[in-house]
């Protein structure tokens, strides 16, 4: 069972699109948080492709850890369309999406809402 701050944690993290990364401190940022917490709660998630945390890296690019594997992360976001070369994303700042503009767009308080309309089961 995940707990409501792992919950927090996949509601934003099913909000990165496709082609794009945002990291372990922005996510912690938006919830007040470390950036070494959300990286726990993402390695809880049971949903390792409808929730992408593939899509979070380290500040500096570097890919950091993945439940299926770095190696898999990789392929993950190169498939993406995203560059990775020695386990960073090149070019960061061309699919890096900072979370602090799309924050108002999402309501915080109304996780339940975020979590359902990902469609599965949190």
């Known amino acids: 069972m995940l707990t409501s701050f792992q919950k927090r944690v996949l509601a934003l993290t099913v909000k990165i699109p496709k ?10 940022k938006a919830l007040g948080s470390s950036p070494r917490a959300v ?16 899509r979070v890296v380290e500040s500096n690019g570097n890919l950091g850890g993945y439940s299926g594997g770095v190696k898999k992360k990789a392929i993950l976001l190169r498939g993406e369309g995203i560059q990775i070369k020695n386990n960073k994303v090149i ?9 602090k503009t799309q924050i108002s767009k999402l309501n915080l308080k109304s996780q339940k809402f975020l979590v359902l309309s990902c469609s599965f089961d949190i």
Request: glycine share 12%; aromatic share 14%.
């Open 39 to 54: 990286g726990q709660a993402l390695g809880a998630n049971p949903y390792l492709i409808k929730i992408p945390c593939h």
């Open 19 to 28: 082609g794009k990364v945002t990291t372990y401190g922005e996510i912690a």
């Open 91 to 99: 070019h960061f700042k061309k699919y890096f999406i900072n979370l």
